[in-house]
């Protein structure tokens, strides 16, 4: 009812690209900032990318600078997360969260403890 679906993972070759969405159901979007996090075999979930709730705001880890991309189309209740130069190391399930809240993410990501949503995750292996 009230929920989010990643989609897009895959398997693909370091260097490639993928494409993954968050959609929600049951709730608007527009009013939720929303965060990717992954999750890589025995390592410690991990933010990866943020957009504030009216998308004038981005946030990054380090380690996908200029190589991810965050947006979002409200009127689709969709954040999608563009994925270019994958690296081995991207390896891992990704989940988008949403939280309520209308602030700018450019000082950093909301932590994983004070979401309203999760989805169920989506596998993104990176290997040659």
């Known amino acids: 009812q009230l929920q989010l679906v990643e989609s897009g993972g895959g398997s693909v070759q370091p260097g490639g690209s993928l494409r993954l969405s968050c959609t929600a159901s049951g709730f608007r979007l527009v009013y939720y900032a929303v965060t990717w996090f992954r999750q890589a075999p025995g390592k410690e979930r991990e933010g990866v990318s943020c957009i504030s709730s009216g998308g004038e705001s981005t946030n990054y880890v380090d380690s996908v600078k200029g190589r991810f991309t965050v947006a979002r189309e409200n009127d689709k209740n969709t954040v999608y997360l563009q994925m270019n130069n994958l690296k081995p190391e991207d390896t891992g399930v990704y989940y988008c969260?949403?939280?309520?809240?209308?602030?700018?993410?450019?000082?950093?990501?909301?932590?994983?403890?004070?979401?309203?949503?999760w989805g169920q995750g989506t596998q993104v292996t990176v290997s040659s």
């Open positions: 969260a949403a939280k309520d809240i209308d602030r700018p993410v450019s000082r950093g990501c909301w932590p994983s403890s004070e979401y309203d949503y």
